[in-house]
């Protein structure tokens, strides 16, 4: 018979762990921060010249040609980490201008003060943020067990993993994306949910095709046209659906406005991503697992569905 411990979420700093750990947690194995495999070429990578300012890591994968600018911090994020990880990944892209580069933020809690400038952030850069979340588990010997994992709380609509210029070819092939890719990268838990969101669309939405081949999301389409792209999330997946066209880069629609009071009111939080899909799916939220079968989401999807 399997034995279930006591668990709880903790802060890095209860378990006796600094920042310098979170280092070589990342340096041992790079693909825990689930953005691909890549090796770690450079640590504490100073970018002024006899001044301060350190890149925490860079990471290169040789076989797509891409670089990964680094930087961690314990706690809630900050501004002045958020600004620097970009000013790193700007000085390491003037340095190697012709290969693909991401700048990485991974912290402890990304769901503070600047929650909505990380969740924008990739419309417009190769921006990566990454929350690191610690599980202690209580063993009934009173001893404890730390784990942790590295949840992807923003990235690019579509995260580049291959292509590039001047790419080394090796002769291995990339495996295409499919059920099974997502489910050895992502988990069960994620595409049965996603499994469950394309039956429930089906019975009452309207007829969709699922399509497991894009780079970072899991998605629905009608027809050749994305209108429902998951992204993964620990508690569900976030979601894009299409609009009637009318907002602009500045100026949200009224459907917009008008969706996002309604969905207030059951707990979900409707942001203006003008530049998604060119303009066309431009209503993003999360959902969470135990609302996406909510009576006002419903309406809002089939209303999306016709507007796809």
């Not at 809630?76 to 000085?91: K, N, P, Q």
């Not at 939405?205 to 792209?229: E, H």
């Not at 942001?271 to 303009?279: E, L």
């Amino acid at each position: 018979m399997a034995k279930y411990f006591d668990n709880k979420l903790v802060s890095l700093k209860e378990t006796g762990n600094d920042e310098n750990w979170v280092h070589q947690w990342i340096v041992d194995k790079p693909e825990r921060l689930g953005i691909g495999s890549f090796d770690i070429i450079a640590q504490e990578l100073h970018q002024y010249k006899n001044k301060g300012g350190r890149l925490d890591l860079l990471g290169y994968n040789k076989l797509i040609n891409t670089y990964y600018e680094i930087e961690i911090m314990l706690g809630e994020c900050d501004s002045d980490h958020g600004f620097r990880t970009l000013d790193y990944w700007a000085r390491e892209r003037a340095k190697n201008p012709n290969s693909i580069h991401y700048a990485v933020l991974v912290a402890e809690d990304l769901q503070g003060r600047y929650k909505t400038i990380i969740e924008t952030l990739p419309q417009f850069l190769p921006f990566i943020a990454i929350e690191i979340q610690t599980l202690q588990l209580i063993t009934d010997t009173g001893e404890k067990i730390i784990t942790c994992k590295a949840e992807i709380i923003a990235q690019p609509d579509e995260l580049v993993e291959k292509g590039g210029p001047e790419i080394v070819s090796t002769g291995k092939t990339i495996a295409p994306r499919d059920e099974d890719w997502w489910r050895q990268n992502q988990g069960d838990a994620f595409v049965d949910t996603v499994k469950e969101m394309a039956s429930y669309c089906e019975n009452n939405v309207g007829t969709s095709r699922i399509d497991f081949t894009a780079n970072s999301y899991i998605s629905l389409k009608k027809g050749k046209r994305t209108w429902l792209p998951m992204w993964p999330r620990s508690d569900g997946f976030y979601i894009y659906l299409p609009d009637d066209g009318t907002g602009t880069m500045d100026q949200p629609s009224e459907r917009f406005i008008e969706w996002q009071k309604k969905l207030g009111k059951i707990g979900l939080e409707l942001s203006w991503a003008y530049k998604y899909n060119g303009g066309a799916n431009t209503l993003g939220f999360n959902v969470p697992k135990t609302k996406m079968k909510e009576e006002l989401l419903l309406e809002l999807l089939k209303n999306s569905y016709e507007l796809a």
